[in-house]
């Protein structure tokens, strides 16, 4: 069972800074990564799959990187509306696993 | 545009059953995987299974094998999740999420969840 960790756990940022959000995985997943923006009572939003690919809407300031075991998510200038919690997620083996999230909060 | 809707929240006892649905409109139910993710009170994301819209044979997480039974109905286009054996640990969000492309287990469009409570 591959487990996913995330880091940091709470990321503080002001709005117009970068953020960078790491993921790790336990054992090798490829580039099968997605990653996730979740805001409070509201379900998660798919931002990229494929490690670097980004789903139809996201805007160009979400970024992915990475394969093998270490992946990055960057948010090039923090918006007002990227506070939220984000999670990463293998699909690479059975059983599917999401890492513990990062909460990005203001600074 | 691809919508899913899901059943009421519900408040079971320890040791019942719930049953939660999740109608998909917008896309043809056949064609793509549905999955299962649940998330308890203030902690993350867990995926308890998955289910083949069109063949109906699912995979579900071992944690939940023994308990929980994924179904579909294709004339309604809803898919089912029902769990057995309730505790208190059961107490989260339950959301069907279904996959971004007929290929590829990452999830593009996710119902708005269903609160289920287990207290006795």
């Known amino acids: 069972e591959i487990v996913m960790t995330q880091s940091p756990g709470t990321l503080s940022v002001s709005p117009g800074e970068r953020a960078t959000l790491s993921c790790r995985a336990s054992?090798?997943?490829?580039?099968?990564l997605a990653w996730y923006q979740q805001k409070p009572g509201q379900a998660p939003r798919l931002l990229i799959y494929?490690?670097?690919t980004m789903a139809t809407g996201i805007p160009a300031r979400f970024s992915g990187s990475g394969s093998g075991t270490e992946f990055t998510l960057t948010i090039s200038s923090l918006q007002s509306e990227d506070f939220a919690v984000y999670y990463c997620?293998?699909?690479?083996?059975?059983?599917?696993?999401f890492g513990g999230g990062t909460k990005v909060e203001i600074k | 545009q691809v919508q899913m809707v899901q059943s009421g929240a519900e408040v079971k006892k320890p040791g019942a059953s719930v049953k939660v649905s999740c109608k998909a409109s917008?896309?043809?139910?056949?064609?793509?995987?549905m999955h299962w993710v649940r998330q308890a009170p203030g902690q993350g994301l867990e995926w308890m299974g998955i289910?083949?819209?069109?063949?109906?044979?699912?995979t579900y997480a071992q944690k939940f094998q023994d308990r929980v039974t994924m179904t579909r109905d294709t004339s309604t286009s809803t898919v089912y999740m029902e769990l057995s054996s309730l505790r208190s640990e059961d107490t989260a969000v339950y959301y069907c999420?279904?996959?971004?492309?007929?290929?590829?287990?990452?999830?593009?469009?996710w119902g708005q969840g269903t609160l289920v409570t287990v207290s006795s």
């Open positions: 999420a279904r996959t971004y492309h007929s290929f590829g287990y990452y999830f593009g469009y």
């Open positions: 917008g896309y043809t139910l056949t064609n793509y995987y």
């Open positions: 289910i083949n819209g069109s063949g109906g044979t699912t």
């Open positions: 054992q090798s997943v490829s580039s099968n």
């Open positions: 494929g490690a670097s």
């Open positions: 997620q293998q699909y690479n083996n059975w059983p599917l696993a």
